[in-house]
């Protein structure tokens, strides 16, 4: 009819999707969203989803309930033609009211000249996670730190205050002290130029004598390290400073004096050379056994079924490891055994748990534990539950970066760098090692007919199943969605063939609290490395995808080995 202008394209495309059609080849093989890596969503008028992928069903179903404000003005700046862009979008955890389950960086882009938007998304969650937990484990060092000493400090060339702990010092606050020069907390006798605060080598301890805000004197030991620029020039010094006057004033508390010299010693040590935790508590190990002294020093550290593991030790053969039930008491414990070993154990005590126990031990029987031996055993006992703490948190860390949230399997990262170094070692050994390739058969129907809830609960059995069915120098990992990988070593193909028989029959057994009918079957290609013919990881991986693929097509739930490299053909 004259006057009415054809459709375009985007307004057809938008027409067919708004009257039910599907896709319209978005997400099928070829299509502009086949490899996106995230979610992808087209949002109608009235915050219908005309079409979504797989990955974007949590952020569809957030856009069915009515979405946040900032994605609904971000929706409505598409419809008028303007982009607009969400980071981060943050969904709340299904199970966690109030706590975030995803997060998502989004841009929200105008659908051509139809009134419809193109949302796009990150899937940000682990990477958040994890910025998250290495800024807590920073923080922890830095409370580690300032647990160590009554302040921590820093200047400048001309000898003025640049940085004072939070906590200040000589009854100032921290920010009274910054910018005021050093001099001028000095007492009458002292030159600033005879002091660490302008050293240009590293002061392991010098005492220094300063006049607090009111007027008392206080003398401090000082650990300083000299600062240096891009051309190595001295730009100031950093340090620490303990409070000593009554060590100092006292001169009758001879061995109270002589164990705070040591527990200066231990600390200095360890914040000016120590990073590592474990390098941390053999250097503890070390000063416990000459400062008490003792025949022997044990540092445990609890691990999170209770076991006590040994994480460094000094001196003579280690007496058997304390049992757990004295720990609990967070106080001290002298035993005598039976043989004349007398053993002091202190538990190490982080935010109200105990996590570990410093034990020192000695043969001489008439020789009995003190109040000053005590009194060192607990200064260092809480230097050390702050290193337990860290090694805790830098375990979780690499926890959270190599495995897969969902099923706690290796994830496709981790997974194939392991299988890379193993053949590259199996190669040197000649070990005959076989990768199974698993994939759940029709799992988009699970997803479909029973929600992705179901769909996740099925995951987490399959990874269940596989673990069951490896030993402990085996590999498992999910390579995403519904794949999986195994990598068995020292087995024969038949070998390999009954596991695989096994898993499959594992996953033939239908479910607890499953819908009734209900059922699934993995497909499985296997693929066998031989030592004699070197094969790279991508190559192996190829053959026993290609090999499960076969499966598919002959039915599924079945199993499949591929020929060796020079008989296997693509399909």
């Not at 231990?266 to 590592?276: A, H, I, K, P, T």
């Not at 250097?283 to 002294?293: Q, R, V, Y």
Request: glycine fraction near 8%; include cysteine.
């Amino acid at each position: 009819m004259a006057g009415i202008e054809p459709a375009t394209p985007a307004q057809d495309a938008y027409q067919r999707l708004a009257g039910g059609e599907p896709d319209l080849g978005l997400f099928s093989p070829g299509g502009p969203f086949e490899s996106f890596p995230g979610p992808v969503l087209v949002v109608g008028h009235n915050t219908v989803v005309l079409c979504s992928n797989e990955a974007a069903e949590p952020l569809a179903d957030l856009v069915r309930a009515g979405g946040t404000l900032d994605l609904r003005s971000a929706v409505s700046a598409a419809f008028e033609g303007r982009a607009a862009q969400i980071n981060p979008l943050l969904l709340e955890h299904p199970d966690s009211p109030g706590e975030v389950g995803r997060a998502y960086d989004l841009i929200v882009l105008p659908w051509a000249d139809a009134p419809a938007a193109l949302l796009l998304a990150r899937d940000i969650t682990l990477e958040r996670s994890l910025r998250s937990a290495l800024v807590e484990s920073r923080q922890r060092y830095r409370d580690l730190v300032e647990a160590s000493c009554d302040f921590a400090w820093e200047c400048d060339e001309k000898g003025r205050f640049t940085f004072v702990s939070d906590a200040g010092a000589l009854d100032y606050a921290a920010s009274d002290l910054v910018g005021q020069p050093v001099q001028e907390l000095l007492m009458d006798d002292q030159v600033l130029d005879e002091t660490p605060f302008a050293a240009r080598e590293p002061v392991e301890r010098s005492d220094v004598w300063f006049q607090d805000q009111n007027g008392g004197n206080h003398c401090m030991a000082v650990l300083s390290l000299p600062l240096e620029d891009a051309a190595g020039e001295w730009r100031g010094c950093r340090g620490l400073c303990w409070d000593v006057t009554a060590e100092r004033s006292q001169f009758t508390d001879q061995a109270r004096s002589h164990n705070r010299e040591l527990v200066f010693s231990y600390v200095m040590r360890v914040v000016q050379g120590e990073l590592d935790p474990a390098r941390m508590l053999e250097a503890a190990a070390k000063e416990l056994i000459s400062a008490l002294p003792a025949s022997g020093a044990a540092i445990y550290r609890r691990l999170a079924d209770k076991e006590m593991k040994l994480a460094a030790q000094a001196g003579e053969t280690l007496p058997e490891p304390p049992p757990w039930q004295l720990l609990e008491a967070r106080d001290f414990e002298a035993i005598e055994r039976s043989d004349g070993c007398r053993v002091l154990i202190r538990p190490t005590c982080h935010r109200g748990r105990c996590n570990g126990a410093l034990c020192v031990w000695h043969e001489e029987e008439a020789v009995a534990w003190g109040e000053d031996e005590m009194y060192l055993l607990e200064a260092i006992s809480a230097q050390v539950a702050w290193v337990h703490a860290q090694a805790d948190r830098e375990e979780q860390l690499e926890r959270l970066s190599s495995t897969d949230s969902m099923t706690g399997l290796l994830n496709r990262r981790t997974f194939l760098e392991s299988v890379q170094r193993r053949l590259h070692r199996a190669g040197v050994s000649e070990i005959t090692m076989a990768l199974m390739f698993v994939d759940i058969d029709d799992f988009k129907s699970v997803n479909d007919n029973y929600g992705h809830h179901f769909g996740d609960r099925i995951l987490q059995r399959v990874g269940e199943i596989l673990n069951r069915n490896v030993r402990d120098q085996d590999l498992a990992g999910r390579l995403g969605g519904d794949e999986f990988a195994l990598l068995i070593g020292d087995i024969r193909a038949e070998t390999a063939i009954q596991k695989a028989e096994k898993i499959i029959a594992d996953a033939a057994q239908r479910p607890p609290d499953t819908p009734s009918g209900f059922s699934f079957s993995l497909s499985i290609g296997i693929a066998l490395f031989d030592p004699h013919q070197p094969e790279e990881v991508d190559s192996l991986m190829a053959r026993a995808d290609r090999a499960m693929y076969r499966v598919k097509r002959a039915g599924k739930a079945g199993i499949e080995v591929a020929p060796d490299r020079n008989g296997d053909e693509r399909a």
